[in-house]
């Protein structure tokens, strides 16, 4: 492993490069902030390929290749004629948080439990977002379906919303009800079924989900008021 010196050194030449390009590259030139989103999107999921199928030799490269779009949209940052900021404003900002939200690693707080970390975690994140007035604030609709689907559910459990789609379950008779998957893998193969179902039916399955996800953000939103006005009384 290199030395922290050394790993510093590569990552200022690494910005170095990237200033470079952008100097120098007639295409790279005309990039902006949305301009690259595709390449973040494409960079992300070739990522996730390497972390789950990929070699080592593969991780590794894929991770540079996102390390180049946190920098390449750095260095498009740092020429903003009004509100600049670079890569080194992204990694102070980066390191603040991180400290703050580690209190048990850089402060007198303690946690011995994963759940205990989380609790920390949280109430940095609280205390720093408080300008927020719903769970839903910051979670971005953009997410894949099935991801914010997750997001979605964990968020409701926040306001103590009982997960929509598992109550409607319970309703159905022993009869109707689908069987319960008992592995990742088993989850995967129901997930699979259910598209299948979607398309011998001409259904759309990523609209379905996130027709039914706005329907439970509506819920979730409700939930909030109503217990803001309880809190009025």
């Not at 989103?37 to 996102?66: F, K, M, T, W």
């Not at 109430?123 to 099935?146: F, I, Q, Y």
Request: hydrophobic share 40%.
């Amino acid at each position: 492993m290199t030395e922290t010196a050394g790993s510093s050194d590569a990552l200022r030449e690494a910005a170095d490069t990237m200033r470079a390009v952008r100097d120098r590259c007639v295409w790279t030139q005309q990039i902006d902030h949305r301009a690259l989103v595709p390449y973040l999107i494409e960079e992300s999921a070739e990522l996730i390929d390497a972390v789950e199928e990929g070699s080592r030799a593969e991780l590794r490269e894929e991770l540079g290749d996102l390390l180049w779009q946190v920098l390449f949209h750095a260095e498009i940052a740092s020429r903003d004629p009004d509100e600049p900021f670079d890569i080194d404003d992204v990694a102070r900002g980066l390191t603040d948080k991180m400290v703050r939200r580690h209190p048990h690693v850089f402060g007198d707080a303690v946690a011995t439990t994963p759940e205990e970390v989380l609790v920390h975690w949280n109430a940095a994140k609280a205390a720093e977002k408080n300008e927020r007035t719903s769970v839903l604030d910051g979670v971005s609709e953009r997410m894949p379906s099935l991801a914010l689907a997750q997001k979605l559910i964990g968020k409701a459990a926040q306001v103590d919303l009982p997960p929509t789609p598992r109550a409607l379950s319970e309703e159905r008779s022993d009869e109707t009800k689908p069987a319960e998957p008992r592995s990742e893998a088993e989850l995967g193969d129901t997930l699979l079924e259910l598209v299948a179902t979607a398309r011998e039916n001409g259904w759309d399955a990523e609209r379905a989900l996130r027709e039914r996800l706005r329907r439970l953000e509506g819920d979730i939103r409700a939930t909030e008021a109503a217990s803001r006005r309880d809190e009025i009384r």
